[in-house]
């Protein structure tokens, strides 16, 4: 806290000019010497006595520089620096005075220290001074444009990543055929990497990505328009979807006609009959599809021949055909990875030089084959790959980065697990809750638990929706749900890529005391956590680079509802 004391002088009104300048000094002469320099002139000088009225006057007012003497003490003139930058880092400070009056070169040194300082000598004359403070504030002015642009240039990128997000597939599908959960990381705000879903019939989809040349807006709008070409071509035409080479093809052709020299692309067309077993998929230029066996942790090979063909835009009359598509009929528990080739360009350092190595992607793959064997839901996986490869250091991405896990669903007891996406708003949430209570009521008869079950997912997604998300993200976003029953028991999972949040669970004791106070205060918030606490068991929360991955275990009447917590 400042404690200078008041000077006597009386503040002084700015004369006519467009630059607003605060002088703070005790001096009456420097004062009437400085306002007589700057009469007819576009400098506004409002002068105060003392640093507590200049810093009062400061943030009541706008100013494009402050000037001050050293009259005071040397101290007093860095400290109201401090105090100036404290409220505007960027402000121009100009020091008055004669370095003679300090019996060393330490004034010198103190204005040297901050680059928005500067030395005026106090014997120059009015053309040196006006020019000197006309230098300073076209510099400042120019350095408060280029944040105000930046400002709007950064919000523009935030909401163009946004909306380049809503067009894309939802990051989780669940059927009772087959799943997929997508992993979609910008290098910057928007992506030069393509994912579509093209669901065909209940059985059969097909699965295009790609990797579009370059980083930044260019490759950004370049995706944008091939995926709405993707769109209109499988619609005119479903047959088409089962052969990729067509479709392949036809993209070429499209990226050669439309944007010729200005982006190409590495694609993967996959067409998958999940009633069938069947894959087929042809490579141009794109990373491989990585195949593991969730039942035995195997790492399959399903492309020994390395059969594919260029990437797309490059060459117009390039020839994609069946020799080079690759047909793979898969086991019900095989998983696959489709990846762009971010995943390979992470690196341990942040300059780009320690790529990920061959014996690394082969340990990665073994990872995720032990993964898949022993978690059931995709949901998490491709976050878990992720996290599994921070861990060993790789945290500095080099481009965009996409993983998207494919599989039909490992429980084959249908009738003991829901599974579902929730688009992340109110009416949404209070339509699930009803049929995972439904769900509950059928398999155990039990309309208790089927009550307790509703009531705290209900919490738990108002929870999500109305503090983990910002208003972008519920625009386009779903949170995942599943719902597991055992005979004492059931186990409730939700995912969901909100705000990282630990969670303040309480003991059951606790949970029923908080209760019993809101209740008789008659609160009307703040039971979300409590109501959660009663009900289960136990809790578990995990993140998985930014996704969360949160387990009730809600106990049957009768059972041993909350021992042991």
């Not at 209760?515 to 136990?538: E, K, Q, V």
Request: with cysteine; net charge negative; charged share 25%.
């Amino acid at each position: 806290m400042l404690t200078f004391e008041e000077s006597d002088l009386t503040m002084t009104a700015p004369v006519a000019g467009h630059h607003p300048v605060l002088l703070v000094s005790r001096s009456g002469q420097l004062t009437l010497s400085l306002n007589d320099f700057f009469r007819d002139s576009d400098i506004s000088l409002v002068s105060v006595g003392s640093c507590c009225d200049g810093i009062r006057r400061f943030k009541q007012e706008q100013f494009e520089a402050v000037i001050t003497d050293l009259g005071l003490e040397p101290d007093d003139g860095i400290r109201l620096r401090q105090a100036v930058h404290q409220v505007d880092a960027k402000i121009p400070v100009l020091f008055l005075t004669s370095p003679s009056r300090w019996s060393d070169s330490s004034l010198m040194d103190l204005i040297a220290e901050d680059p928005h300082s500067y030395y005026i000598p106090e014997n120059g004359d009015r053309e040196f001074m006006l020019a000197k403070l006309h230098q300073v504030i076209h510099t400042y002015e120019a350095e408060t444009s280029l944040s105000v642009l930046k400002g709007r240039v950064a919000k523009s990128w935030f909401l163009a990543g946004r909306v380049q997000q809503a067009m894309l597939p939802p990051w989780v599908h669940f059927s009772p055929n087959y799943e997929f959960s997508c992993l979609y990381h910008p290098f910057t705000k928007v992506s030069g990497d393509l994912f579509e879903w093209l669901p065909l019939d209940e059985d059969r989809a097909l699965f295009i990505f790609g990797d579009v040349s370059g980083h930044g807006t260019h490759s950004a709008l370049a995706m944008t328009a091939i995926q709405s070409f993707l769109s209109q071509l499988v619609m005119q035409d479903r047959e088409r979807a089962e052969h990729p080479e067509l479709i392949v093809a036809d993209i070429n052709d499209f990226c050669s006609r439309r944007l010729r020299s200005i982006v190409y692309m590495g694609t993967l067309v996959a067409y998958m009959d999940f009633g069938k077993n069947l894959l087929r998929y042809q490579n141009a230029g794109y990373v491989d599809v990585l195949c593991v066996d969730s039942r035995t942790g195997e790492v399959i090979d399903i492309n020994p021949e390395g059969k594919g063909s260029i990437p797309l835009g490059l060459v117009p009359d390039a020839a994609y055909t069946a020799a080079d598509t690759v047909e793979y009929h898969f086991e019900d528990s095989s998983v696959f990875l489709f990846s762009s080739d971010g995943l390979m360009d992470l690196s341990r350092d942040r300059e780009g030089r320690k790529y990920m190595d061959m014996e690394t992607y082969r340990h990665f793959s073994c990872v995720l084959a032990k993964d898949a064997r022993r978690v059931e839901k995709t949901v998490a996986l491709p976050f878990r790959c992720l996290h599994n490869l921070e861990q060993l250091g790789y945290i500095y991405p080099q481009d965009d980065l996409t993983m998207v896990m494919v599989r039909k669903p490992r429980l084959t007891s249908r009738e003991y697990v829901f599974s579902c996406r929730v688009p992340a708003d109110s009416k949404s949430a209070d339509d699930i809750c009803r049929r995972a209570g439904e769900f509950v009521q059928k398999y155990y008869g039990d309309e208790s638990l089927s009550v307790s079950t509703e009531l705290l997912l209900e919490e738990y997604l108002v929870n999500v929706i109305m503090h983990g998300l910002d208003a972008y993200e519920k625009l386009s976003e779903y949170i995942a749900v599943e719902i597991v029953a055992h005979d004492r028991e059931l186990k409730l999972i939700v995912w969901d890529r909100g705000k990282e949040w630990d969670g303040l669970w309480l003991t059951r004791r606790h949970a029923e005391e908080s209760m019993d106070h809101l209740n008789r205060t008659m609160a009307d918030s703040g039971r979300g956590i409590p109501i959660i606490s009663t009900i289960a068991s136990r809790i578990s929360r995990h993140r998985f680079c930014g996704l969360n991955e949160t387990t009730f275990i809600i106990p049957r009447s009768g059972g041993a509802a909350g021992e042991g917590r």
